[in-house]
Structures are given as structure tokens and as C-alpha cells.
Nanobody, 126 residues
């Protein structure tokens, strides 16, 4: 399994932007579909955005669709989440995840992903 390390979280004000990065090691990154999830205190982990292994297909949770952008650079073994127009309700620990599949589709189910990072905290103040 690939190992994932997230970075880029922090404390920002409402309306600000952040870019999260997730760097992979120990596997062939270009063979993994990846996703970003988040978990707020007392809530279940939820899908935020996903991207297929070649970057040809992306998908977003409705509340972030016009504000967040997922991308990847397979030459750098890294997937990004650009977050603009942050809101207090975006406050959560953000996790990067990876999965292998022959089908190039984005999956939003937590249990479909085999590898997870340790998470990075994003806090948005009002």
C-alpha cells in the first residue's frame, strides 16, 4: 500500500484560501485513484473531492463544488486540494486517501479506500 502524508492545513478566516497537499510514497502513485475526505468533531468522515489516477475525472461534494478544486501531479506523487472561499463549516480534519481499481471512476465511499494519511487540521474562523 502507498503511504500518504498531508500538509497545508491551518487556521484561516472566513473567505480565505488554503491549498492542501498529499504526497505519496512506497507505491506507484499513478496507479491509484485518490480522494480528499474530512471529519469534523462528532461527525462521520465525509467525502470532499476525488480524482482518478490520470486526472481525467473529478467529483465533488455539493457544498464545495464551486469553491474547491482537486488536482494531481503524478510526476511529484502529489494530489492537491485548492480551497477557496472557506467557511466556518469547512472546519475539520482533512484526510487524503488512495484506492486501486481497474475502473476509472471516482468513488465517494470511505470503505472503498485502502490507504489513508494522518490528516491535517483546517480551522476557519468567522
Amino acid at each position: 500500500q502507498v503511504q500518504l502524508v498531508e500538509s497545508g492545513g491551518g487556521l484561516v478566516q472566513a473567505g480565505d484560501s488554503l491549498r492542501l497537499s498529499c504526497t505519496a510514497s512506497g507505491g506507484t502513485f499513478s496507479t491509484y485513484h485518490t480522494g480528499w475526505f474530512r471529519q469534523a468533531p462528532g461527525k462521520q468522515r465525509e467525502f470532499v473531492a476525488g480524482i482518478t489516477r490520470t486526472g481525467s475525472t473529478t467529483s465533488y461534494e455539493d457544498s464545495v463544488k464551486s469553491r474547491f478544486t482537486i488536482s494531481r501531479d503524478n510526476t511529484k506523487n502529489t494530489v492537491y486540494l485548492q480551497m477557496n472561499g472557506l467557511k466556518p463549516e469547512d472546519t475539520a480534519v482533512y484526510y487524503c486517501a488512495a484506492r486501486k481499481s481497474l475502473r476509472s471512476v471516482v468513488v465517494s465511499v470511505v470503505s472503498a479506500y485502502d490507504s489513508w494519511g494522518q490528516g491535517t487540521q483546517v480551522t476557519v474562523s468567522s
